[in-house]
């Protein structure tokens, strides 16, 4: 087998796919670029010239994969999470994401916060009341039976299941194969790259542009879902809270403000604006934490944790394998299913952004700290929020609060849930502050993503061409929130078909990963011997 010693294999791992230099966009390979920007532009125009026919053909298509493939996502995400833990525990824990002697760019506290930030952030605010809630109402099968207060206990483990280790898990293994095979390689940053072990130069043919351009299409459209879902959450914050209705002129206006605020960020150097808008955003987060913590039923808020920690650790395998074998009742496939494969169409983006943001980190450091640093802060986020919300919900004197609330607006939960405590003027502005952090960070580091993965993989794509897809993806929010909710579901369900195809690609990845680690061991084998 060839080694990197080999001149010729060395001249292989340096080649760069074909670009052309389109003036201010810099270099840009032309077929991932034209494709994918049709391909968006394409399904944009459907959304808008018929979206009841867009949304009946995506439905089709995600009922079959969820009734014919739900059962490989169950297996799929539990087999990420084992394989990158075998990873972080073997003999190849100590080689680092990058070359062994390069020093981690960022401190821990910065690194924490950036993957939180890309990785979740306004997901969190967005489901974290609505999902306990809507388990403790409506809870899957295995939880019918229990009473009320168990089906509480149970309807935070869920939520810690559905945002824990096996959603991160899915990112970190992206992460890994950058790290591992592009890093140490020098290949260029495109998900194609990871494949090199497996394909050889036939990454650099047609099967290679295919690959990047399903990832391309993937990371644009779950962002552009973000940015519409957060839009709509800072529109009911303003609207709850300070009286000015909601209509398109005002969902309109703040899409325009995040647009101008994400791209000031991504055109900053070094992601200086990503650094310090995370680290602002986990400031405030926690201290809204800490706010309702002490605030609200501090005593319950702690039970409740950890007893539902002890529920999603006791019954975490039989949660990742269940597959609601006998019913059918539809509620796996609107749930766990449906977040397995919304993790997975989101892998691409931040598993290649937290692979940058990782430079220097040994595999084992890099899987547990991108493993159990976000997960326990997503823990924290759902026992504090999620716990004082369930609180409410089992009081009689509050009871159906937040439910009517969710049942009208999710939007507006967390906004109602603030209201029952003190100093809601102050509150409510930390939490829009919150809220508008997390997604432009998001939306900040996917333009650089889309940037890398359409100029043939440079880490530093020119500023004319993150303005470029800064704007498509804020112009493809701004048509679908005009469309209304029917646009969002259409454009949500194309990020999940998205992730389909993407779980048997990941399955590659993780045999692509094991080879590329073999030859480095075996490298140093021989290298050692020859010094001897």
Known sequence: METEANPKNNKVLNR???????????????????????????????????????????NTILDYIIQQWGWLFIVGILFFL?????????????IKLGGQDTLPEYSTFSWFAMLFGCGMGVGLVFWSIAEPINHFLNPPAYVNALSPSQ?????????????????????????????????????????????????????????????????????LFGMT??????TKQLAAGITYNYGIPQGIPLLLGILAIVIICYLISACTPNLKGIKIGSDLSLVATGGLLLFVFLFGPTKFIMDMFVNSMGVYIQNFFSMSLWTDPVE????????????????????PFVGMFIAKISKGRTIKEFVLGALIAPTLLDMIFFGIFGGTSLHFELNQGSQGILANAISVDISSAVFVLFEQFPFRDITSIILIFVIFTFFVVSADSCTIVLGMLSSGGNENPRIPLKLFWGIAMGAAAGLLLMLGDGGLDALQMASILGGFPFLFIMFAICYSIIKSLKREKSTNLVGIRERN
Not at 28 to 48: E, K, Q, R, T
Not at 171 to 199: D, E, T
Not at 331 to 345: D, K, M, Q, V
Request: proline content about 3%; hydrophobic content about 55%; aromatic content about 18%.
């Open 151 to 219: 089906s509480a206990e149970w309807s935070l483990a869920i939520s810690f299941f559905h945002w824990g280790l096996s959603a991160w898990a899915s990112f970190v293994l992206i992460g890994l194969a950058m790290g591992i095979i592009i890093f140490r390689n020098k290949m260029p940053m495109l998900l194609s790259s990871c494949f090199y072990p497996l394909l050889g130069d036939r990454i650099y043919g047609p099967l290679g542009k295919l690959i990047d351009i399903i990832t391309l299409w993937a990371s």
């Open 82 to 94: 084992l394989f990158c833990l075998y990873l972080a525990f073997s003999r190849y824990g100590d």
């Open 16 to 58: 760069q796919p074909k670009t052309s230099n389109w003036a201010l966009l810099g270099n840009i390979d032309p077929y991932v670029f034209i494709i994918s920007a049709l391909l968006a532009v394409g399904f944009l125009l459907w959304g808008v010239v018929d979206s009841e026919g867009l949304s009946h053909v995506s």
């Open 328 to 347: 059918q009742s539809g509620w796996l496939g609107s749930w766990t299913i449906f977040y397995w494969a919304w993790w997975i169409a989101w892998a």
């Open 225 to 230: 879902t973000t940015i519409g879902l957060g």
